[in-house]
């Protein structure tokens, strides 16, 4: 599952399987959680959001069981790097 990097609030990451509609959301004190049975368009309007957290909380969190996930520890780190020293396919 490919991660959005958010700044929304406690949210980090957002990540969506379309396939098993399953919902990933990444805090900022390193939890995760995965949300099952999550339609598209709740993704889509998570994903868009200009209030991403407040959606989360209002349309997700309230109306979804949620069960911790274990963090992503590779990404996470790849995305360090990625933020001191540039992605790979990025020039400079």
């Known amino acids: ?7 929304a609030g406690k949210l980090r990451a957002i990540g969506y399987d ?3 509609r399953l919902l990933r959301v990444e805090l900022d004190d390193g939890s995760a959680i995965e949300y099952a049975a999550v339609d598209s368009e709740v993704w889509r309007k998570l ?15 309230e ?8 963090p992503r520890a590779s990404s ?10 540039g992605a790979p ?3 400079g």
Request: aromatic residues 10%; positive net charge.
């Open 63 to 70: 109306e979804f069981s949620g069960n911790r996930a274990a």
């Open 76 to 85: 996470q780190s790849r995305d360090a790097l990625n933020d001191l020293f």
């Open 18 to 20: 379309r396939r098993q």
């Open 1 to 7: 599952m490919e991660m959005k990097r958010v700044n």
């Open 47 to 61: 994903s868009t959001s200009g209030a991403a957290w407040s959606y989360y909380r209002d349309k997700i969190e």
């Open 89 to 91: 396919d990025e020039k």
